[in-house]
């Protein structure tokens, strides 16, 4: 379709030299009004039409490179575009960076990954001890940097991989969005759905055995550091029996969705954990997430910057299979103030915004809340509803089977026939903290669990040594020349 330059151009010369020969050049020996056999006859003009014949030529022949090309692309490849805002974004991304196997010499150098970028979580190792003091522990995660990559996925099986910034910010965190895409050749479709079963198992795999917990960062949960070891059920000990009651009815309520579903009823649970401060609730609630190997999702109502609007936002984006946390709920019964006319509600929770984050539009449909207070009396009874608070537990002061519980998980095996453990609660009697004395000079008090585990910190391996401190257990009581209100300890 294109014409041939050289045969063009040889045409044009040879119509100049033989013109006398054939018949078309005796035609155009007869002289034409316009002088146009001539100018054809001229070899500079006969050239230079061949030469914009040539370029005409090209030009088409590259907008029908680029057409086809797209066509092309359009049929024969397949593009996922994933943003930053889902969360399979950084599991494809730690997936991307795997090592792969080696490769043939072209697939190897095709595939090289030129731009890294490096994603570094820090973490001190046993601050404050005298061997580690002041040691940080880094840890980097390679992972492909901004812009094109191809990776090898399979032996011929190839993803090219675009990871861009766009210009667009998220409002909320003032963070650029990111994209990345995944293009595949048409017939690799299948493999796209490989791709993120392996890139989630291997975020899972990171997460194996820890407990992630997601705090509110920006308007959005991002999680509080890296996923910690799971705390086992077993490591908190609470009241006879209070323990199993809750985790039963957790256990129930995760085998009974169907039920709900049928019913129309929205999936929702919420438990409200109260009593005074170190008595094992927000530990309780994290080995609880370890044993059903959930995630925490955690909100401090008392921080300041929480907001009804921030909270109701939290709570449609909840991470899946988490226990969502609300610590200190006390803390939006103070702020009973309803929105202004502005609709301000001020830089706290309100009772009406905790509500509504429990049981209103905002509220998710799949849900287990935790809810924590170190004052119960502060709490509104509109509370107690099903489908806001469905079951009420006090987590309380140590108890005498608490504090033997405690001692044989530090002491059980050095103290065999259990008789260290009987001197320790008689101890623990005679300073009447269980509640009751029985010398009159000696008042009934209480210790926390908190307290006790402080104690065995600070003893271990030394019982006796945890016998002859047991005095430290008393609560302490500071005098009024201490500024009234200067400290507070979340629930
Ligand atoms: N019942 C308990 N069993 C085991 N450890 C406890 C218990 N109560 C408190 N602790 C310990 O005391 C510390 C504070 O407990 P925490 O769960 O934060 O108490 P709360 O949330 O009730 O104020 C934690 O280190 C925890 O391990
Ligand atoms: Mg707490």
């Known amino acids: 379709m294109s014409p041939d330059p050289q045969t063009s151009l040889a045409t044009a010369a ?28 001229n070899p500079v003009f006969a050239g230079g039409i061949g030469l914009a014949g040539l370029g005409a030529a090209a030009a088409f022949g590259r907008r029908a490179l680029i057409s086809g090309a797209s066509l092309l692309r359009r049929q024969m490849l397949v593009n996922v575009e994933i943003s930053k805002r889902d ?34 979580t820090t973490r001190s190792i046993n601050p404050g001890g ?12 390679v992972q492909p940097g901004y812009g094109r990559h191809i990776i090898r996925h399979k032996p011929g099986v190839y993803i090219a991989v675009n990871r861009e910034k766009a210009s667009t910010t998220n409002t909320s965190t003032g963070e650029p969005h990111e994209t990345l895409t995944l293009t595949l050749l048409w017939p690799h479709r299948h493999v796209l759905g490989e791709v993120f079963t392996e890139a989630h198992a291997l975020a899972t795999s990171f997460q194996e055995g820890k407990t992630v917990v997601y705090c509110a960062r920006r308007m959005e949960w991002q999680p509080l550091g890296k996923p910690r070891l799971k705390r ?28 709900y579903t049928d019913r129309g009823v929205p999936y929702r649970r919420g438990y409200l954990l109260y009593g005074p401060p170190g008595t094992g609730k927000t530990s309780f609630i994290q080995a609880l997430a370890g044993e059903l190997d959930y995630s925490v999702a955690m909100v401090n109502l008392s921080e300041v910057g929480i907001t009804d609007d921030l909270l109701a ?23 009973r103030r309803q929105r202004d006319s502005d609709g301000y509600t001020g830089n706290t929770v309100t009772f009406s915004g905790l509500l509504n984050a429990l049981d209103g539009l905002a509220a998710g449909e799949d849900r287990i809340a935790f809810l924590t207070t170190n004052h119960i009396d502060r709490l509104d009874p509109a509370l107690i509803r099903p489908g806001r608070v469905d079951m009420m537990m006090r987590i309380g002061e140590a108890t005498r089977y608490q504090a033997a519980e405690m001692w044989r998980r530090y002491y059980g095996d050095i103290d065999k026939d259990g008789r260290g453990c009987k ?28 307290a006790i585990q402080g104690l065995f910190q600070f003893n271990k391996g030394d019982m006796e040594g945890a016998i002859n401190m047991a005095e430290g257990l008393i609560p302490r009581e500071f005098g009024p020349e201490l500024p009234s209100g200067a400290m507070k300890s979340p629930a």
């Open 14 to 41: 040879t119509a100049a030299t033989a013109a006398t020969t054939n018949t078309i050049a005796a035609k155009a020996a007869t002289p034409s009004t316009l002088g146009l056999d001539a100018l054809f006859n």
């Open 87 to 120: 969360p399979s974004y950084p599991w494809v991304l730690q997936w991307l960076a795997q090592p792969r196997e080696e490769t043939g010499f072209i697939a190897k150098r095709l595939t090289r990954m030129r731009k890294l970028a490096v994603s570094t």
């Open 130 to 141: 005298p061997a580690g003091e002041g040691r940080i522990h880094a840890d980097f995660r």
């Open 232 to 259: 086992k059920l077993a490591s908190v000990i609470l009241g006879e029996g209070v323990k199993e009651r809750i985790v039963g009815d957790v256990k129930e309520f995760l085998a009974a969705q169907q039920w």
């Open 313 to 335: 936002q939290l709570l449609t984006q909840l991470p899946e299979k988490s226990l969502l946390l609300l610590e200190d709920v006390d803390a939006a019964f103070q702020n």
């Open 423 to 450: 001197r320790f609660l008689e101890s623990l009697e005679e300073l009447g903290l269980f509640g009751q004395s029985k010398d009159p000079n000696v008042p009934a008090r209480h210790t926390s669990t908190a």
